[in-house]
């Protein structure tokens, strides 16, 4: 801090012994609403280009303080503002800087005065600040209509976007404190950015989740309910990393299953008696925001038992619940 303070010395005194014949008209940028710098040099390029520089290492002075400030200011609200901090200290922000130049013909001398209108270059990256943080909610808006009419991976893709935004929002914040906006507005930015990044985080959060499925399954084994079916097949696509609601309305995409066993024959011989029946189930699939089927078809799979028709039902369901699952797998969005 003492060699921060002692080189804000030393270039204070610079500016004082340099700006003691500039034109009056110059007096209001010397104030303390202003970074400046005056030169004089046989060329108004010369004493631009030193001006410049002087200017820069004012700013640089202020940007370290800043760089060093307490923690306090900012309350730990984001990382965005620490993490710019330090990709800043070394780079002086020149763009706003304004000129004035008069020719002494006395000295002979370019006379050159290079000011930053403090104010104005707060409200400058505070306008900055809000625009970013409309563009953030224009992107949340685009992926709440994405994901209401079931495009999930939509949806994702404008929240990361708008992830992306938050590392443009360091800057602005920073040269807000360097060019000393009072600390309540400061932190005002802050909680605006911060409680966007938390809506952010949270949508992306409930989106990681993946696709939902509801599985509407009614299977009949010889007039009594098999549940199995169901339970099975989910057992299968969880597996996968399918997740799975029980309302319908609240699924993405909701699978239809209609499954009944027939008998198809009985066999005997001298070992005892075979039984024979298929499993018939049609399977469908619905985009539930669109009312769209976007899948439909129908297998049998053969089953036999030895000790009647319904375990040889039994036997059916159990290989056809593989069928279904793989089949499931080859035509929905895991």
């Given at each position: ?34 970074f400046h710098d005056i030169e004089s040099a ?263 038992h030895t000790l009647s028709y319904n375990e ?23």
């Amino acid at each position: 801090m003492k060699k921060i303070l002692a080189i804000a010395l030393l270039l204070l005194a610079g500016c004082f012994a340099k700006a003691q014949n500039y034109p009056s008209e110059w007096v209001r940028y010397t104030s303390d609403g202003y970074f400046h710098d005056i030169e004089s040099a046989d060329t108004k390029q010369e004493a631009l280009d030193l001006a410049r520089f002087n200017l820069a290492k004012q700013i640089q002075v202020r940007v370290i303080e800043v760089s060093q400030m307490d923690k306090n200011v900012i309350d730990g609200r984001s990382s965005i503002f620490y993490n710019s901090s330090k990709k800043l200290s070394t780079d002086v922000d020149m763009n706003l800087a304004k000129s004035f130049d008069k020719y002494d013909s006395t000295t002979r001398k370019h006379q050159v005065i290079l000011y930053i209108n403090k104010e104005e270059a707060c409200y400058f990256y505070e306008n900055e600040i809000k625009m970013l943080v409309n563009n953030i909610k224009n992107c949340v808006t685009i992926a709440d209509n994405y994901s209401s009419q079931g495009f999930k991976t939509k949806a994702k893709e404008e929240l990361q976007n708008a992830i992306k935004m938050f590392d443009e929002a360091g800057k602005p914040i920073f040269w807000i404190n360097v060019f000393g906006l009072d600390e309540n507005k400061i932190l005002e930015h802050l909680n605006s950015v911060h409680n966007e990044e938390q809506i952010v985080k949270q949508k992306l959060a409930e989106l990681e989740y993946g696709t939902t499925y509801c599985v509407v399954c009614n299977a009949d084994n010889f007039g009594k309910n098999y549940p199995k079916l169901q339970n099975e097949i989910k057992g299968e696509l969880s597996a996968s990393g399918c997740n799975f609601v029980d309302d319908p309305n609240q699924a993405d995409y909701v699978i239809y299953i209609d499954a009944s066993s027939r008998e198809y024959n009985k066999v005997s011989n001298a070992g005892g008696d075979a039984y024979f029946t298929y499993v018939d189930a049609a399977v469908s699939i619905d985009k539930k925001a669109t009312g769209q089927r976007i899948f439909e078809d129908e297998i049998s799979v053969k089953g036999s038992h030895t000790l009647s028709y319904n375990e040889a039902g039994r036997d059916g369901y159990k290989k056809i619940s593989k069928e279904i699952s793989n089949m499931l797998k080859e035509n929905i969005k895991l």
